[in-house]
């Protein structure tokens, strides 16, 4: 069983920054690709930000020129800069990770953008 264990959310004011880590209990070579999604309240969870192959990246719109994705392959861990954070960017953020017939899911980490 696969576990990934996120850190670095927690409370920010607009416009802050804010850098989360998911490290992998394997090595990260084994999926196809990693990610984050994040979940509002009410809302559904929405993908955020995607690394597939190693290089091969994909952002959502909500987020795109605010976040980079990034991957450390020696320590099994990816991570997402998130900067000119805004209060509608507050939700849990889970990490992802899939692989053929299978996916995998952190255990959350809350972000709250609020002054």
């Known amino acids: 069983q696969v576990q990934l264990v996120e850190s670095g959310g927690g409370l920010v004011q607009p416009g802050g920054s804010l850098r989360f880590s998911c490290a992998a209990s394997?090595?990260?070579?084994?999926?196809?690709?990693m990610g984050w999604y994040r979940q509002a309240p009410g809302k559904q969870r929405e993908l955020v930000a995607q690394?597939?192959?190693?290089?091969?990246?994909r952002y959502a719109d909500s987020v795109k020129g605010r976040i980079t994705i990034s991957r450390d392959t020696a320590k099994n861990t990816v991570y997402l800069q998130m900067n000119s954070l805004k209060p509608e960017d507050t939700a849990v953020y889970y990490c992802?990770?899939?692989?053929?017939?299978?996916?995998?899911w952190g255990q959350g980490t809350q972000v709250t953008v609020s002054s």
């Open positions: 690394i597939t192959g190693g290089i091969s990246t």
């Open positions: 992802n990770a899939f692989q053929s017939g299978a996916s995998y």
């Open positions: 394997r090595s990260i070579f084994s999926f196809i690709g």
